[in-house]
């Protein structure tokens, strides 16, 4: 018996964390034989054909962005705000209706759209379909609002306390780490189930030798690559790349994969910081699609990491999947979740130390021992965060609806 799941989400297009994620459980699944459809915002355009977009579910849809600006600077929600609320949210919950009807859905899948209220007339009208319907639904948690200090202040509490995520029978909810299993407990009195991010680890890349990127980029013969791949924002601790860089003294460019996000003077500030320690930040701003990444990670030598809050941490899947050498800053999840399963890893603790230094040097000039680390983390990333995680506890989420294992 095949089952036609449908995936729901403010966006799925692009190399963000939650559409990644969405994207390979639904690899998952369709290899298992079953179907699965697709309703965001926006979305891929290998989606479109089995799928809905309406522009009212994104994020960025001007009158979303409006409404966000009035819910979260102030305490009191007037009557036209709720007017302009409750009207899209009858509108994107038509939608969903039609969605369901036109392909059939046994199941849904709510990527972070009950989690974080990016589009709270999204997350409203879902609720409210679900608690009509008694559709059988699958939560996804990636982060949830009272992690981001942006949602401390607002005149929406009653609804995210109803609707993000909402307590109703037909959902099992999924998070990413178990420090966020233990605070939906705590706040919200819902149990979940952990499925972490994953990355196809029984299928070994194909790197491409013929890239001619480092060239491309300026790089002196056997210079090594240093990447960072992550946005540019505080949390992300691109300062400390750069003292790592200044420090190491073997190569003066950094690579940093995403875009600038929203907070210039960090980024302004990062650059006064390269230009006293004589780092070049390189920006590659086109990275968009997983091709173009893909390639960055193969041509790197060492990939930092020194975040220091993360909801699991696809760069450090990935970064193991190119079996490339870590500098990881060891943040809450990777602590809870990752750090007990034995990885070799170059580790610090919000501060660049002169051990880290010294090891980070050893292992460049050392290709054994650098194989021999890849090749451990590999292995263990193989045990716990692949495709076949994803299959026994869909598998087991699917069983408990349906009498049905994938």
């Known amino acids: 018996m095949s089952l036609n799941f449908g995936f729901i989400s403010t966006r799925i297009k692009g190399i963000d964390g939650v559409s990644l994620e969405a994207i390979k ?39 979303i962005l409006s409404l966000n600006r009035e819910f979260f600077s102030s305490n009191v929600r007037d009557k036209k705000l709720n007017e302009r609320l409750y009207g899209l949210k009858v509108l994107i919950k038509d939608e969903l209706y039609k969605f369901i009807e036109r392909f059939n859905i046994d199941l849904l899948i709510v990527e972070n759209a009950l989690t974080i209220p990016m589009n709270i ?48 029978p037909s959902i099992q909810h999924v998070v990413i780490n178990r420090l966020a299993q233990r605070e939906l407990a ?36 056997r210079e090594p690559l240093f990447l960072q791949p992550t946005r540019i924002i505080p949390r992300k601790g691109i300062e400390l790349s750069i003292e790592i860089l200044s420090r190491t003294k073997v190569s003066d460019k950094l ?44 041509q790197a030598d060492i990939v930092l990491y020194p975040s220091r809050y993360e909801g699991f941490g ?23 979740d990752i750090e007990p399963l034995g990885f070799r890893l170059i580790k610090i603790d919000s501060r660049v130390t002169e051990d880290c230094i010294e090891e980070l040097k050893r292992i460049l000039n050392n290709s054994k021992i650098r194989e021999e680390i890849v090749e451990h983390n590999y292995r263990l990333a193989k045990r716990y965060f692949s495709y076949d995680i994803v299959y026994k506890r869909l598998s087991f989420i699917c069983d408990t609806y349906f009498g049905l294992k994938l």
């Not at 699958?138 to 200090?149: G, L, Q, V, Y």
């Not at 968009?288 to 960055?296: A, G, I, P, R, S």
């Not at 190119?322 to 990777?334: D, M, T």
Request: charged residues 30%; glycine residues 4%; contains cysteine.
């Open 314 to 336: 696809n760069a450090f899947l990935e970064a193991i999947y190119f079996k490339k050498p870590i500098v990881i800053n060891r943040y809450p999840v990777f602590i809870s």
């Open 186 to 221: 705590f706040r919200k009195g819902i149990s979940s189930i952990v499925i972490p991010n994953v990355l196809n680890f029984e299928k070994p890349v194909e790197v491409d030798s013929s890239s001619e990127l480092k060239k491309e980029l300026g790089y002196r013969e």
């Open 255 to 298: 690579i940093i994969s995403h875009k600038v996000d929203k907070d210039k003077a960090y980024f302004d500030w990062l650059k006064s910081l390269s230009s006293i320690l004589s780092i070049k930040l390189i920006l590659l701003e086109g990275v968009n699609d997983l091709k173009t990444l893909w390639e960055v990670y193969s």
């Open 121 to 168: 007339p999204l997350g409203l009208a879902i609720t409210e379909l679900i608690a009509e319907t008694s559709i059988p639904t699958i939560a996804h948690h990636h982060d949830f609002f009272w992690e981001r200090e942006r949602y401390i202040t607002n005149c929406v509490k009653d609804i995210l306390d109803m609707a993000f995520p909402p307590d109703l």
């Open 25 to 63: 459980w639904g690899e998952v699944l369709k290899a298992c034989g079953h179907n699965c459809f697709w309703f965001a915002g926006e979305l891929e355009d290998k989606f479109k054909r089995d799928g809905v977009e309406i522009k009212e579910a994104h994020f960025e849809f001007p009158e």
